[in-house]
């Protein structure tokens, strides 16, 4: 018999937080079946020895080389076999009853595709988590300080990211931060999974935009809560650190491709 979720992990170079976040699923004891599948994506630091130790419920699809976020995790939905998906990232963590929440709710409301828990930072603070779509000149108001503190570039990144609301209700949102989102098996294999051509970035923009054009809904549910140990690392630093970051590349190539596959003017927002 299928279990009722799959919870599945890329993971790339962040042991000690995976650790974390496995000790977090299994002590969480969720009260539905449920199999747990990790993509390792490093060949350099293997954690298959600490995991099938620690963890031995645990199946770790070891890769030879690190094939992206979205690649990884058609990797695990492959092999998956529960009814429902959860896409979750290594450095978040299970709070009790909250994967019970999001598959009743995706029971209970079969016009939704993608439901998304309450995101947490560790102090307890509410994370923003939920956005609508950006326009290509929020992307460059967030990343330069001088642009983002004039009056119109702070409208629109308010706006991005929600802030005139509490963010304690449940509601549609465009779209949700891809460190925690659930749906259903049968829908992920109607989208066709996460677009390869995303490495890093901008997959969870993509999947919610399809999610949307496939007439179903996403819905931001705070009934269900999670921790995230969030850091913006392309974020970190003066202007110059962050232009070389290695990471701003891969992010700038994400952007590029999902403005020209989606257009640069985003739809009218749900909310």
Known sequence: MSPELSLLIVHYNTPGL???TLK?????????????????????????????????????LVQE?????????????AQATGDHFLIFNPDAMVLPGSLETLVQYLKE??????????LRHPDGSIQMSCFRFATPQVIFYRRLPLLRSLPWARREVRAYLMEEWNHTETRDVDYVLG????????????????????????EEQDLCRRCWQAGKRVVYHPA???????RRETA??????????????????????????????PPTPVS
């Open 65 to 77: 080389k690190n094939i992206g976020f979205g690649n990884g995790m058609n990797q695990a939905m």
């Open 109 to 118: 409301h079969p016009d939704v595709g993608i439901v998304a828990p309450q």
């Open 18 to 20: 995976l650790r974390q």
């Open 224 to 230: 269900a809560q999670m921790i995230h140990y969030y």
């Open 236 to 265: 970190e630093g003066n202007f110059l650190k962050q232009l070389f970051h290695p990471l701003t590349s891969i992010q700038l190539q994400s952007a590029l491709y999902y403005y020209r596959k989606h257009g640069r003017k």
């Open 179 to 202: 460190a925690s989102m659930c749906l259903r098996r049968s829908f992920m294999k109607t989208l066709g999974g996460f677009d390869p051509a995303f490495f890093m970035y901008f």
């Open 24 to 60: 977090g699923i299994f002590r969480a004891a969720p009260k539905i079946s449920y199999e747990v599948i990790v993509v390792d994506n490093n060949p350099q630091r293997r954690v298959a020895p600490w995991v099938a130790k620690e963890f031995p419920a645990v199946r770790l």
